[in-house]
């Protein structure tokens, strides 16, 4: 079984829903990340989370809302989509300490039409 | 912030070629790692090098922290090495939680 999973894998959802995307990791990290990526770019930091009491924001926040419901889980809701929040969406995690290693799920694909 | 340049942004090889890609950092780092994004959108952890030389079968890769580059040799590439490769950081001095990415090189091995 895949260390990092999200589900769902892929969503079209129309503008103004709510929707969520969740991430469950059973690697024992304490801290977990949600990114996007466009087209054409690199991943971009939207939330960390260095543990259940400890929520951050990234660069690209605005729009965008997080709950770290215990260790192994970590969920990002769009309140209401818009079609710029089109993108594949990835979680992190790592150890924390002086680890700093990485580790990604699959990725959420979504689309808002 | 500090700034991650890739280069090239394109390479296309043939099968069994091999290959050297370029990262180049703005700043001191603690954090340098490469993924492999797939054709299915999945990001693969290749290495995890702030500093020294890896190797990994037909992949290694070496990063000169004080001169702020990285390298990612594939050697005898094959077509499922296509896919986008990013180098990725993480600064010093409470930022080394956040990576920064490139915006890649995409791969494309022809057979």
């Known amino acids: 079984d895949a260390d990092v999973t999200q589900t769902p894998r892929n969503r079209i959802t129309k503008t103004g829903k709510r929707i969520m995307l969740e991430c469950s990791q059973t690697k024992g990290h304490d801290r977990m990340y949600w990114y996007r990526q466009d087209p054409g770019l690199g991943l971009r930091l939207i939330y960390y989370?260095?543990?259940?009491?400890?929520?951050n924001k990234g660069e690209i926040s605005d729009g965008y809302s997080v709950s770290r419901q215990a260790q192994a889980k970590f969920s990002l809701s769009l309140e209401s989509a818009i079609p710029n929040q089109t993108a594949l969406y990835f979680c992190a995690t790592s150890a924390g300490g002086t680890t700093y290693e990485q580790y990604f799920g699959p990725g959420t694909r979504l689309t808002v039409t | 912030g500090i700034q991650v340049e890739q280069s090239p942004p394109d390479l296309i090889l043939q099968e069994g070629a091999n290959s050297t890609l370029r990262c180049n950092f703005s700043?001191?780092?603690?954090?340098l790692q490469w993924f492999h994004q797939n054709p299915w959108g999945q990001l693969i952890n290749l290495f995890y090098i702030p500093s020294g030389t890896k190797q990994n079968g037909r992949l290694s890769a070496t990063t000169v922290a004080t001169e702020r580059y990285s390298l990612l040799y594939i050697s005898s590439s094959q077509t499922t090495d296509s896919g986008v490769y990013f180098c990725?950081?993480?600064?010093?001095?409470?930022?080394?939680?956040?990576?920064?990415f490139g915006k890649g090189t995409l791969l494309t091995v022809n057979p």
């Open positions: 700043d001191s780092v603690n954090n």
């Open positions: 990725a950081v993480g600064t010093s001095g409470g930022s080394n939680y956040k990576l920064t």
């Open positions: 989370s260095f543990d259940v009491k400890d929520i």
